[in-house]
């Protein structure tokens, strides 16, 4: 092994040392970043060895910098997450809750199908895992404990229907995949649709099953409105403006009427006119929403701005052909290659976020898929196909990450919004069936990649 690959790995291996310290990420990667380059440095000169890496490595940083801040797609992140904190601020969720309460009020498990159901919608209308579940805890978990569900079903299910919508469109995690991956951002939510659907079909299965084997688990209401014309059109009403809305960011996208930076502005105006006719907007939530609006973002673009230093000098390095060539002496196939790329995720994901992941590992990673050779169908109008594939395949992989311990943040986000009586080993025992759910779903769409492909495809065409 010659110097690079050793400074590969000890780049690796001090990334993730440092990662147990508690020092914030951003500052880790581009320390870690700039540490590596001085010792390449410093042993180009001492040692005479060839690392490449020298004073021209930090112009190259700058010069990568400028040109992802120049990037108009990234501006839809802060539309879409001031898109999903005004709608969390707006109180439609609680209005489809209560809609959707007496709706399936004589289905048993009902309680819980209501709250999969408006994950889903909160989903493609927010984006956002911590305002869904912290939404959808605060609303539907005090009466589906006081209605007599057992805590792990409840917690359960609130966790996994709030982490939707890190995969159903809008995504900013999708917006990030396709901006890491040079793909069209309209590829990836189209191609996220089937499969964020799919993962929402297979919890409402999971619950009827529950409900019917274990009644005592999921028990009906005792005060169950009959189902008439008067109680759908209830529903009907109080959904519609959601669906207005969803419809005019993802339909626009779809039909080609707007870029999804473009979408990202109708979605945040949209928001603002919801939270206006529901009589839930003042100066005061508004101050609020802009201000967890540039926290968030600021979060997100710190990591993006040590990511972008890590990369590059781990590409510098060779860091991409000392992977790539990991990877390829493997004994397995091109499935069984990408196989061990998702459970390699997986395991990352019960310790880092989905933003570091993102930034760091696919790029590296995406080389080696397109050299695999895999025969995904792009039904001859998508360009990369392999490549779209397999971003939904790492999404919906990233999405257990937020159910997994010790990192688990959908767990923390509901953990502080419930009372003192609920442990952490009680979510902990209700997110199990909806992990292995989420990797049913994996499964299902890496056997069929046409639910990734078709309907991009059918747009294009």
Do not use: H
Request: aromatic letters at 12%.
């Amino acid at each position: 092994m010659d110097v690079n690959g050793i400074l590969v790995i000890g780049m690796m291996l001090c990334f993730i040392g440092l990662l147990f310290t508690g020092y914030p990420i951003a500052f880790i990667l581009g320390g870690v970043a700039m540490l590596f380059t001085l010792i390449g440095y410093c042993s180009d000169i001492w040692f005479g060895t060839i690392t490449g890496l020298d004073f021209m490595t930090i112009g190259l940083v700058v010069n990568r910098l400028y040109k992802v801040m120049y990037n108009w797609i990234l501006i839809a992140l802060p539309m879409f997450i001031f898109m999903g904190l005004m709608l969390d601020q707006s109180g439609i969720a609680e209005k489809m809750m209560i809609a959707m309460q007496a709706l399936f009020g004589k289905i048993r498990g009902g309680l819980a199908i209501s709250v999969t159901l408006i994950g889903i919608l909160l989903a493609a209308a927010t984006g956002i895992i911590g305002a869904s579940v912290v939404l959808l805890g605060l609303l539907s978990l005090p009466a589906m404990l006081g209605q007599g569900y057992s805590k792990p079903l409840a917690l359960g299910t609130v966790c996994a229907s709030g982490t939707l919508g890190i995969l159903i469109p809008p995504s900013i995690m999708l917006v990030m995949m396709a901006d890491q991956l040079s793909l069209p951002v309209g590829d990836l939510f189209m191609g996220a649709l089937f499969p964020g659907i799919i993962l929402g079909v297979l919890y409402m299965i999971y619950i009827l099953i529950v409900g019917f084997l274990y009644p005592q688990t999921a028990p009906l209401a005792k005060d169950r409105p009959e189902l008439e014309f008067k109680l759908i059109w209830a529903v009907f009403k109080t959904i519609l403006p959601t669906a207005a809305l969803i419809l005019a960011v993802l339909g626009s996208i779809f039909a080609g009427l707007a870029t999804p930076t473009e979408a990202s502005g109708i979605g945040a105006l949209g928001s603002i006119i919801l939270a206006m006719a529901n009589r839930k907007l003042n100066l005061k939530i508004f101050k609020k929403v802009l201000r967890d609006t540039f926290n968030t973002t600021g979060y997100i673009f710190g990591i993006l701005v040590g990511a972008t230093c890590f990369a590059l000098v781990l590409r510098e390095l060779g860091g991409d052909e000392f992977i790539a060539n990991s990877f390829n002496v493997l004994p397995f196939g091109p499935y069984g290659i990408i196989t061990v790329i998702l459970i390699m995720v997986f395991f990352l994901g019960f310790f880092l976020d989905w933003i570091e992941i993102t930034l760091i590992i696919l790029p590296i990673l995406s080389p080696v898929v397109s050299g695999l050779g895999l025969e995904i169908s792009g039904f001859g109008t998508i360009d990369n196909p392999e490549l779209v594939w397999f971003a939904i395949l790492v999404a919906i992989s990233l999405q257990t990450s937020f159910l997994t311990p010790p990192v688990g943040f959908a767990i923390f986000y509901l953990k502080g919004v419930t009372s003192p009586d609920i442990m952490l080993m009680d979510i902990y025992k209700g997110v199990v069936p909806f992990i292995l759910l989420q990797l049913t779903g994996l499964f299902i769409v890496m056997i069929f990649p046409w639910l990734v492909t078709w309907l991009p495809s059918v747009a294009y065409g």
